[in-house]
């Protein structure tokens, strides 16, 4: 078996991709994100390098798409991708309340707009993935269809499954990916909707009725909703964490990990050189970072309790953001991660440049960083089993 993960150098977006080879079947292709900062040409210019030519039209060549979130730098090279998916495709986003979408931001409806466009002409139904406060979800197997009515939500069109939920498939039971959202929006709603109540004294029946809604009522609803998110749309982003099933036998000497980097070997010293890169946390533009008095906000001390679920040391992790000041910090980089870090920025990108290349707290982490940028060549990271 082989893994083989691609950080594909798209300057300020984003664009990974992970290949299963396993004897006796088809590649297994997931992808994470598919945007960049030149209204997707980039990743345009690396899709076929990196899925290959379309060979069987009732075969997906992308079995897996995670859409971090909705912001143009991350899902505006997905029309490029629409020759490579098909019905077979599943696809995870953040949770997004269908009903109340109108009053977003109007860069956030627009992305889900666009989204939700490409997979209707694929004949996709997206899978939401929303927060969950307690619990250990049931596994997803991709080899199961999902029926009419399964994971049914009252409050979206699309099936929805709870963060933490670990996808698998069972035909080959050797790797998982487990999406995380951080973002409470069934809290943020109920808080929304009693807000409406107080100012407006509006009926349930009115307030379940979008459709009922006049754009003048939408214009009132988006001042209101604005009081009450405190939230940007980064802090929906889907974290993603990309492991093998087989965790009991993670470090064992029968492994071997290696890093190829530009096309060379390049030996990792930091750590068990069995552990090296197994484990893969993907985090969008999430915020991972403590506030001034040392604290980490709650959303964060609750994807640690869930990602030990899983697993007690992690490979690699992607800096959020872009590299972001705002969104990690040294403490946030040194919790669970065992060996490096990767984080795409652009070249003109200057002041998460700045933070990355001179930040001394970055600078006294002993972690390897990649810098993927948009004149390097794709880091490749393979592991042989």
Request: net charge neutral.
């Amino acid at each position: 078996m082989r893994h083989t993960r691609t950080f594909y150098p798209v300057g300020h977006g984003a664009f990974f991709v992970e290949a299963l080879d396993y004897e006796g079947y088809s590649p297994f292709i997931t992808v994470y994100d598919c945007g960049d900062s030149a209204k997707g040409t980039l990743v345009q210019n690396y899709a076929e390098k990196a899925l290959g030519r379309k060979e069987d039209e009732n075969r997906a060549i992308i079995d897996v798409l995670f859409i971090s979130h909705f912001d143009s730098d991350h899902i505006n090279g997905l029309k490029h991708l629409k020759p490579y998916i098909t019905q077979n495709t599943h696809v995870f986003l953040p949770f997004f309340d269908d009903k109340y979408k109108d009053i977003y931001k109007r860069s956030k409806r627009d992305g889900i707009a666009s989204v939700i466009r490409v997979l209707l002409e694929k004949r996709i139904k997206p899978i939401l993935v929303r927060y969950q406060e307690e619990g250990q979800p049931e596994d997803f197997d991709l080899d199961k269809p999902l029926a009419d009515g399964d994971h049914a939500s009252n409050d979206s069109p699309y099936p929805v499954i709870p963060s933490g939920t670990p996808i698998i498939k069972s035909t080959f039971d050797i790797w998982k990916y487990v999406p995380y959202n951080l973002f409470n929006e069934a809290k943020l709603f109920h808080d929304f909707r009693a807000k409406i109540k107080a100012s407006k004294n509006w009926s349930e029946a009115k307030l379940n009725n979008p459709e009922t809604w006049t754009e003048d009522e939408i214009r009132e609803l988006r001042q209101i909703y604005s009081t009450i998110s405190t939230y940007s749309i980064n802090v929906n982003s889907l974290l993603v964490l990309s492991m093998p099933t087989f965790t009991e036998y993670m470090f064992i000497d029968e492994l071997s990990g290696e890093y190829i980097q530009k096309g060379y070997l390049v030996e990792c010293n930091r750590c068990h050189p069995t552990a090296v890169v197994a484990s893969s946390l993907y985090t969008g533009d999430t915020v991972l970072k403590r506030n001034s008095q040392g604290k980490y906000n709650q959303a964060y001390i609750h994807l640690l309790a869930r990602l030990r679920l899983q697993t007690n040391r992690i490979g690699l992790m992607q800096i959020p953001h872009h590299g972001s000041s705002n969104n990690i910090n040294i403490v946030t980089l040194s919790d669970c991660i065992s060996c490096a870090l990767f984080c795409n920025y652009g070249t003109n990108d200057v002041g998460n440049k700045t933070f990355l290349l001179n930040s001394t707290s970055i600078k006294s982490i002993w972690k390897d960083i990649f810098h993927v940028t948009e004149n390097i060549s794709p880091i490749v990271i393979s592991l042989v089993y």
